[in-house]
């Protein structure tokens, strides 16, 4: 119940406040006393992501459901940092909480390490033709296209009987918005 009542508060922007509890013992019975100093609500100063190397910032910040200047939220900040995992771009992210450059003021900070985005696949086949007994394919991945946060993908089979080329490529925020919009083309002979 402490715990909730301190997330209560947290998830309004009261992280400044002072809350303890003391503990009362009379014979069988415990209570519990609740202070509680409120203070003014903290807002967002600054919004800092560091060690993404290859991801553009913009990419990171629109996964984030708080924008600088709003009043902090506990609730959102844990949401954020589930957005920045779900994108499977890093192999850690932590964060933090920083005083701002004035009272009531705070920065979060995420700091982030980049991992592999991109796949390689290829794969070879032996048949018993004499013309031509190999048949290969490779392909080729990026869930993080040049930081963008969109996928591209190139993938080609070669056999005797057909060869093919494909392109792919999709955006997950089309306009600003939580819209994936995509596209193929492919040549075959």
Do not use: C
Not at 52 to 70: A, C, M, Q, S, Y
Not at 131 to 146: A, E, H, K, S
């Amino acid at each position: 119940d402490f715990t909730k009542i301190s997330d209560n508060y947290y998830e309004n922007g009261y992280i400044f406040n002072q809350i303890s509890r003391n503990e009362n013992r009379v014979g069988n019975e415990i209570s519990f006393t609740i202070n509680i100093i409120e203070n003014p609500r903290a807002h967002i100063e600054n919004i800092i992501i560091r060690g993404n190397e290859k991801t553009k910032d913009h990419v990171l910040t629109r996964e984030l459901p708080f924008i600088e200047g709003e009043v902090f939220n506990k609730r959102k900040l844990t949401e954020g940092f589930k957005n920045l995992y779900s994108l499977q771009y890093f192999n850690n992210i932590n964060y933090d909480i920083k005083p701002g450059s004035s009272d009531n003021l705070m920065d979060v900070i995420f700091d982030v390490e980049e991992g592999s985005t991109a796949t390689i696949l290829a794969g070879f086949a032996f048949s018993g033709s004499t013309d031509f007994p190999v048949t290969g394919q490779v392909q080729y991945t990026d869930r993080n296209f040049l930081g963008n946060g969109q996928t591209f993908s190139l993938e080609s089979n070669l056999s005797p009987a057909q060869q093919t080329l494909t392109m792919s490529f999709s955006e997950s925020w089309f306009t600003g918005r939580r819209w994936t919009v995509g596209g193929d083309l492919t040549l075959a002979h």
